[in-house]
């Protein structure tokens, strides 16, 4: 499936996405901020495509006229989530390469994901998390309507072998509907 913004391609990733992906995610401004280790190579990049960015709803973001996927958005849905238990819910999960911060592209992809959670795939809520101290994930979730639930101070973190503290937000489908 392939979903479209006013901006962006959401599509599913392909192996040949590996050098794209290893372009952005090598970066250690990227991953660490959402829990993983930065790419060490092109064939760490392919690896995370077939084993990670393989789930059913999980997209690569490109820029329309461009094929080169620039980040990535999944709905994680039960049983690939610690969120929820339910398959009526599910994790809203994303980044995006530093050359594309500040153009609003993840709302853009995020809103569109979740209108496709909510409207095509019959979701009644929708969760979203981040670590402390990442702002911009912090900030999308914001802009998008997500409402707070809590905070755990000890969520381990085992791609980074950490212990940090993370936020969890939650949207509703009526809440969706009403925003």
């Keep these: 499936m392939m979903l479209e913004t006013e901006r962006l391609i959401l599509r599913p990733w392909k192996e040949s996405d590996a050098d794209c992906l290893f372009l952005y995610a090598q970066d ?16 760490e990049s392919l690896e995370i495509i077939r084993k990670v960015l393989c789930g ?7 820029e329309k006229g461009s094929d080169c996927p620039i980040g990535a958005i999944e709905l994680r849905l039960n049983g690939y989530t610690d969120m929820t238990d339910r398959s009526d819910e599910c994790e809203l999960g ?17 809103a569109e994901l979740m209108r496709h959670g909510f409207e ?37 973190v085992p791609r980074m072998n950490e212990i940090r503290i993370g936020h969890t937000n939650y949207m509703t489908k009526e809440q969706w509907l009403n925003r």
């Design 120 to 156: 095509d795939l019959n979701m009644t809520t929708i969760w979203c998390g981040y670590y402390d101290g990442n702002e911009k994930s912090k900030r999308v979730q914001e802009k998008l309507g997500f409402r707070y639930h809590h905070t755990c101070n000890e969520v381990p």
């Design 56 to 62: 059913k709803e999980c997209y690569a973001i490109c």
């Design 94 to 110: 994303y980044w995006l390469g530093k050359p594309f911060w500040g153009k609003g592209y993840m709302p853009e992809a995020a």
């Design 28 to 43: 250690p401004d990227v991953g660490p901020a959402a829990g993983w280790q930065p790419h060490k190579n092109a064939a």
